[in-house]
């Protein structure tokens, strides 16, 4: 799909750790999107980029930090994981060249923070 | 900021019954689009909708945007198993990226 790929695909991890999650891309798409989707609020944006070191905050940013050093690669970090940030999260892009065209998603990281 | 909110949260038929979800939103938007996600899966686009009155059919889908582009629908007619899954519709507002509603699941019993 797209050419997206998630990594890892499940993570189980300790409060108050730091945590990466990679967004890959193949088709040199400029936006780039993290959302997180939980039980009763849909999905949320975290943050998305518009270009290689062009970055903004979403809804739900707190806690949340990202990077784009190259075209293909967006990352997400926590950097001292909670047990409120246990969620699916999802990367995805713009295939139109503009941002908000239609959408196109990862497969999904599951985390869980114990 | 912007808030789409969609009903019914979650929705059971029959098979062969019609389904409807519907969307609204608290600004006037740019367009809207609807994704499907089944269970486990991630969101999948289906369609996206542009002007004000607009009506767009995929076979035994329609979707309809509103004319004060506030408001949107999907219509699912006779549904199949196939169809279970999670709807979601987005928003696009102003700023750079979507905001979607909480997602209406649809249950069907054989």
């Known amino acids: 799909d797209a050419g997206i790929t998630q990594s890892p695909r499940h993570k189980v991890t300790e409060t108050g750790t730091p945590v990466t999650l990679r967004c890959h891309q193949t088709?040199?798409?400029?936006?780039m999107y993290w959302y997180r989707q939980d039980p009763g609020h849909g999905l949320r944006l975290i943050h998305y980029?518009?270009?290689?070191?062009?970055?903004d905050k979403g809804e739900v940013s707190d806690g949340y930090s990202v990077s784009r050093s190259k075209t293909e690669d967006f990352l997400l970090t926590l950097e001292s994981a909670t047990s409120s940030q246990t969620s699916v999260y999802f990367c995805a892009i713009s295939r139109g060249g503009r941002a908000n065209t239609e959408a196109f998603f990862g497969q999904g990281t599951r985390l869980t923070v114990v | 900021g912007q808030q789409v909110m969609q009903i019914p949260q979650y929705q059971h038929v029959q098979e062969g019954e019609d389904f409807t979800t519907y969307c609204n939103s608290s600004?006037?938007?740019?367009?809207i689009q609807w994704y499907k996600q089944r269970p486990g899966g991630h969101p999948v686009f289906l369609i996206q909708l542009v002007k004000s009155g607009e009506v767009k059919k995929q076979k035994r889908l329609t979707f309809q945007f509103g004319e004060a582009k506030k408001n949107s629908s999907l219509h699912i007619t006779a549904t199949q198993t196939t169809d279970v899954g999670t709807y979601f519709c987005?928003?696009?507002?102003?700023?750079?990226?979507?905001?979607f509603g909480k997602g209406t699941h649809l249950i069907i019993q054989p």
């Open positions: 987005a928003g696009v507002g102003g700023a750079d990226g979507l905001t």
């Open positions: 088709e040199n798409h400029r936006y």
């Open positions: 600004t006037t938007l740019s367009n």
């Open positions: 980029s518009y270009g290689v070191k062009d970055t």
